[in-house]
């Protein structure tokens, strides 16, 4: 779908905490071109001084219908993120950008097994893609790996739990607090759970990678020691180096 360069009006729809520090945003915005699953977004935020903000959001949506959803994880310090987590309100506009990005999108015309690996709120753009696997009725084999904190530090958790079956497998890993019952260690993503949870590189899936820049890292470095060949590998961070 064609990026647009233009700066377009959306309108807060809705605005609902999924989070303790995250809310999600649904946006419609008059214009909008359409885009792919894993696309992003340019937001803009300008003052009444005139003083102006801009950070890259992805989307958990994908489709040309003219509404677009996005999480906002909330950094203490920042311009942006508290302003749409705590402030913002349906009816309030904002001014977006896009769509942005062709190399971390998935379609349904990929027949591959699919292996998505999301940290923290790097699960925007790989929900886009859980959501539109199920919409297309394809039987590409598709797994998600999701690491979080603990259950409450989830975005879209009912969501994706809906999500799985069929050709869709849903895998949770928590870094420091896991539900009652869970039989897993507690701890941050490893070899171990690499090789339990996610495709094998003998069945060569296309693999996303989203979260941290830490996390993406480390868990690009996990797959290519597990054998995944490293051009295979997609990989989209944010965050500090």
């Not at 701890?187 to 830490?214: F, K, L, M, N």
Request: charged share 20%; proline share 7%.
């Amino acid at each position: 779908m064609t990026s647009s360069s233009l700066w377009l009006v959306a309108t807060v729809v809705e605005a609902r905490r999924t989070t303790p520090h995250g809310r999600v945003l649904t946006l419609r915005v008059d214009g909008w071109p359409g885009n792919l699953a894993g696309q992003h977004v340019d937001l803009r935020l300008t003052a009444e001084d005139g003083y102006q903000a801009v950070r890259s959001y992805s989307l958990a949506s994908a489709g040309d219908d003219g509404l677009l959803e996005l999480a906002v994880d909330e950094v203490p310090d920042g311009e942006v993120s508290p302003y749409l987590v705590e402030d913002v309100r349906p009816g309030d506009e904002l001014e977006v950008r896009g769509p942005i990005g062709a190399y971390f999108v998935w379609t349904p015309v990929q027949t591959e097994p699919v292996q998505l690996i999301a940290g923290g709120s790097g699960i925007v753009p790989l929900l886009a893609m859980s959501k539109e696997h199920a919409r297309s009725g394809s039987s590409a084999p598709m797994r998600l790996l999701y690491a979080v904190r603990s259950a409450d530090d989830a975005f879209y958790a009912t969501e994706l739990e809906d999500l799985a079956g069929g050709a869709f497998t849903l895998d949770w890993a928590y870094s420091r607090s896991a539900p009652p019952g869970w039989a897993r260690p507690v701890g941050r993503v490893d070899a171990a759970t690499i090789a339990a949870s996610t495709i094998p590189a003998s069945q060569r899936p296309s693999v996303y990678v989203c979260g941290p820049t830490g996390f993406v890292e480390a868990v690009a470095d996990l797959l290519v020691a597990a054998g995944h060949e490293p051009d295979r590998i997609r990989t989209e961070r944010f965050g500090g180096a």
